[in-house]
């Protein structure tokens, strides 16, 4: 029998299950009064055998440890068994060789070899870090280019959306010569936000809101809103 039909659980006869005056043989009575000591010692006799049987460490519970990865006595017994045979032929179990086990100096080696790897590590953290931040200035410097035209319509003024606000707009009216600004406006103009192109103090384009303004005004060669084909590039 195993440890747990061993376990002594309540007694078959109880003496306070008697009555006041037990209607009983003195025999009877003795034999009542026996019944639970001869149970609790049949118990233990039975644990005994149970304890000294070949098979009691089958049964026994064991720790685990990080060497000996076992849930019993038996099992425990076993894996250092078959450590030790290991060992015998040469193989080193896994786990078996611990820090202290080593030389001062292999130990000095690995802990040069942690340092300088954790060193590295950093070093690669803070270039991978720097180079991340240079990506991130690079796409918020970087612009898309959208090229189109429009049809000037006569009138004063005409607002071109574009459905962006334009970081520039390079504008093409009568020929190619680019001017700055505050010359004749019948080449081609540079819009830059804020700006206010204009020639003989009057307004010729200007960025404003998501696409830009152009004005006409033939007695001031003001070109960029007469009735003809434009074109622009728009810097997004």
Request: some cysteine; hydrophobic content about 35%.
């Amino acid at each position: 029998m195993g440890f747990a039909e061993n376990k002594q659980q309540e007694f078959t006869k109880k003496i306070r299950n008697l009555p006041d005056q037990p209607n009983m043989q003195p025999h009877e009575l003795k034999e009542y009064f026996d019944s639970s000591p001869e149970e609790l010692r049949q118990s233990h006799n039975d644990l005994c055998d149970a304890l000294t049987a070949k098979t009691a460490a089958t049964a026994l519970g064991f720790s685990r440890t990080a060497g000996v990865p076992a849930d019993t006595v038996q099992t425990a017994v076993e894996n250092v068994q078959q450590q030790l045979n290991a060992a015998v032929m040469g193989n080193i179990p896994s786990g078996s060789v611990t820090g202290d086990k080593l030389a001062q100096d292999v130990r000095d080696r690995f802990t040069a070899i942690e340092n300088a790897a954790k060193s590295e590590a950093s070093t690669r953290a803070s270039g991978d870090s720097n180079l991340q931040n240079q990506i991130n200035t690079l796409s918020a410097a970087k612009c898309e280019v959208h090229i189109g035209s429009y049809t000037g319509n006569g009138a004063d003024s005409q607002h071109i959306p574009l459905h962006f606000a334009p970081k520039a707009v390079l504008l093409f009216a009568k020929g190619c010569a680019l001017y700055p600004g505050i010359q004749d406006t019948n080449g081609a103009l540079l819009l830059l936000p804020g700006i206010q192109s204009t020639a003989y103090d009057r307004p010729a384009a200007e960025i404003s809101g998501n696409g830009f303004t152009v004005y006409y005004n033939g007695s001031y060669k003001i070109y960029f809103n007469a009735p003809e084909a434009h074109h622009f590039i728009a810097f997004k």
